[in-house]
Structure formats: C-alpha cells, structure tokens
C-alpha cells in the first residue's frame, strides 16, 4: 500500500465554541460538521494516528479543533496529493457548505483553506459513498457510528 496522499478527517463539532487557532488568533466554531483536507507526502497511516492520540504537541491548525472536534471519520486517497484541488471539488460536490476561516490548514499554499464545514450531515454513509463514487477514494475507514446525525 502507498503510505503517503491525502486523507479527509470527517469531525463533529457538538456546541459553538471559541478556540485559539495559532497566529489565526481566537475562532469562533459554529456547531456542525467539517471535512479537513490533509497531505501526508510519507507517514499517511502514521499522520492519521497522530491526529487520533488525544494527547500529542499543538502543531498544525487542526490540532486546536481537535481539541473540542469529534472525529467520526476517516478517508482517505493514497497517491494522491492535490489537496486544494480536493476542497473545490468537496465545495461543489456539497451545495450548503463553506469554508469556515481563510487560511486554515493551508499555510503552505495559496488556497482559501482546507477546512470545510458542513452545518449537518443527514447519512454519513452517504456521505462516504459519495466520496469514493464522485472522487474516486480508493479506501475508508469507520471510527465510530453515531446514533443522531444532527
């Protein structure tokens, strides 16, 4: 398997909440879904479990929303490696999202950001068949199930 591309961190946001997010300063995060667009260029399956240890050194913007965020899911593209090109699609492919804060998780290029949120998710399976229907992921895992989507 190719240990290196892109993954997206499918997580839960239950309440608003106001977070530190590095030189981005205090966020507001509104409740919702948002769908983080990562690069891995070596280590993908290490990077993921990095972002799944509770405890680990505040390095990149999705750590600060890590912290409050839920994660429910896991795709992920190896080989793959256009994460901006990625966001535009996932902009077009979901109708009633946005991105939430210029800049976050895209200090190295020129993009709006690769956060997206998403206010609510009706079927996550849904939403993960689209994935590998509409963007051709190749693979996915299931972290958890939730009971209410909303």
């Not at 990562?38 to 990149?60: D, M, Y």
Request: charged share 25%.
């Amino acid at each position: 398997m190719d240990d290196r591309g892109l993954y997206l961190l499918i997580l839960r946001l239950k309440k608003h909440k106001t977070l530190p997010v590095g030189r981005l300063g205090e966020v507001f995060f509104e409740a919702g879904y948002y769908i983080y667009v990562g690069r891995a260029k070596r280590g993908l399956s290490a990077r993921i479990q990095r972002h799944l240890r509770a405890n680990k050194k505040i390095f990149w913007h999705i750590d600060y929303l890590l912290k409050e965020a839920q994660i429910v899911s896991i795709v992920t593209k190896p080989g793959s490696f256009d994460e901006c090109g990625l966001v535009k699609k996932l902009l077009r492919l979901f109708k009633n999202s946005t991105i939430p804060l210029l800049g976050f998780g895209a200090s190295d290029c020129r993009c709006p950001g690769h956060l997206i949120y998403l206010p609510e998710i009706q079927n996550l399976k849904d939403l993960i068949s689209n994935f590998s229907l509409e963007l051709s992921f190749k693979s996915y895992a299931w972290l958890r199930k939730e009971q209410k989507m909303k």
